[in-house]
């Protein structure tokens, strides 16, 4: 379906009850719909104030395209989506997606529910949250303040790599994985029920563990370095940073890795039935 790209409208719509809808090219002053009910839709490609394409979950949608003269962009129910608009969401339901946003806009959300997902994105705000299933992320800035997020519930956070300004991961009972480069300005993470490793050559670094295993690494191009350690956790902390701080609390496990070269552990609160292991490398 051709629509606007000769003659202008105001809106365009495609809808898809039955069989199969081939690809939709809208060029709308306000707004493209494609909506796709129990059948499957091909790509489409948006250029209007507001795109949207919804497909139910046993319809499939193809791809969806948005240039940046695009003010919203919206695909639920989603496979494939390539984001130049300002304001970019993806929605996932079980069959698994993916989602890019290239510089340009200003946010960028992508919400997996049972799917796996990955996202790669570079943008003021983003954000990937991940439902029973597994995800990754990947997240740049090439603006001045960038937050990047990921959090994810009854999940695995497979990996997430940052590269902007703000980075945070919170897992609830999966595993997490995150990586913080150099010219991260704070790197956060929150490990849950399932392990929690993390790698970070950014200014701060913190990792929260709660109740299960994390292993941090702090180099020394890091400012700062804290790992807390809570609720019978089991920990392993190695720090070059130029400030080491571990927190080590309530029946936790800590051991602590510190190298030559690195700088003095500042040590917390250390309470009753916590167990500290300090090894130093040679």
Same mark, same amino acid.
């Given at each position: ?97 993916? &989602?890019?946003?290239? =510089? /340009?806009?200003?946010? %960028?959300? *992508? ?5 796996? $997902? #990955? +996202?790669? @994105? !570079? ?54 994985? &995150?990586?913080?480069? =150099? /010219?991260?300005?704070? %790197?956060? *993470? ?5 392990? $929690? #490793? +993390?790698? @970070? !050559? ?59 070269? /690195? ?20």
């Amino acid at each position: 379906m051709l629509c606007g790209l000769t003659t202008q409208y105001n809106r365009c719509q495609q809808n898809c009850h039955s069989g199969i809808c081939d690809s939709l090219r809208c060029r709308a002053l306000d707004k493209c719909n494609q909506i796709c009910l129990l059948s499957d839709c091909g790509s489409m490609t948006c250029d209007a104030k507001k795109c949207i394409q919804g497909c139910s979950r046993s319809g499939n949608c193809s791809s969806m395209t948005c240039p940046k003269s695009v003010n919203s962009c919206d695909q639920v129910s989603a496979s494939e989506m390539t984001c130049e608009a300002n304001a970019c969401t993806q929605v996932c339901n079980e069959n698994g997606c993916q &989602m890019t946003c290239p =510089a /340009g806009g200003r946010n %960028c959300t *992508q919400t997996a529910i049972k799917s796996r $997902a #990955t +996202m790669k @994105c !570079d943008r003021e705000e983003y954000i990937q949250v991940c439902i029973s299933d597994q995800c990754s992320m990947s997240c740049m800035s090439s603006v001045t303040e960038g937050r990047c997020q990921q959090a994810c519930s009854s999940s695995t956070c497979k990996s997430m790599t940052c590269d902007s300004t703000n980075c945070t991961q919170n897992a609830d009972d999966g595993e997490s994985d &995150m990586e913080c480069l =150099a /010219g991260v300005k704070r %790197c956060k *993470q929150v490990g849950g029920l399932g392990k $929690a #490793t +993390m790698r @970070c !050559d950014g200014d701060v670094c913190e990792q929260a563990c709660r109740r299960g295993n994390c292993d941090m690494t702090c180099s020394s191009s890091v400012k700062e370095c804290h790992q807390i350690c809570v609720s019978g956790g089991k920990c392993l902390y190695r720090c070059d940073a130029a400030s080491c701080k571990l927190d080590c609390v309530s029946g936790s496990s800590c051991t602590n890795v510190k190298r030559n070269d /690195g700088a003095p552990l500042k040590r917390g609160f250390f309470i009753s039935g916590v167990v500290l292991v300090v090894i130093v490398n040679m």
